[in-house]
């Protein structure tokens, strides 16, 4: 079992920057490929970044990273724009390597409960 627990969301102006951390528990984390979703008022959740992938709306301006002795990973997010409002969900992978598929839901097995990112214009 690995539980997952977001923060740093909140309210930032457009061009801003926020970091997204989520923390894991467990002592198998570094086991683990890691991925962040996120779901706008309205739309279905969508994939933002997952292993090396990021999806082609945030290329450039996110960057995910992982600190494993910490068990925590986390989302640099640059030049941030009103349409990246939305709660942002991290997850964990057991699947590792070029066979999974990493921009979709159903490769994640656990989920964090989520964090609200507001960006306005």
């Known amino acids: 079992q690995v539980q997952l627990v977001e923060s740093g969301g909140g309210l930032v102006q457009a061009g801003g920057s926020l970091r997204l951390s989520c923390a894991a528990s467990?002592?198998?984390?570094?086991?683990?490929?890691m991925g962040w979703f996120r779901q706008a008022p309205g739309k279905e959740r969508e994939f933002v970044s997952g292993?090396?992938y990021y999806a082609d709306s945030v290329k450039g301006r996110f960057t995910m990273s992982r600190d494993n002795a910490k068990n925590t990973v986390y989302l640099q997010m640059n030049s941030l724009k009103p349409e990246d409002t939305a709660v942002y969900y991290c997850?964990?992978?057991?699947?590792?390597?070029?066979?999974?598929?990493?921009?979709?839901?159903?490769?994640?097995?656990?989920w964090g409960q989520g964090t609200q990112v507001t960006v306005s214009s």
């Open positions: 292993s090396t």
């Open positions: 467990g002592r198998t984390f570094s086991r683990y490929s």
């Open positions: 997850a964990a992978s057991s699947c590792s390597g070029y066979v999974c598929l990493f921009r979709s839901e159903s490769q994640y097995d656990y």
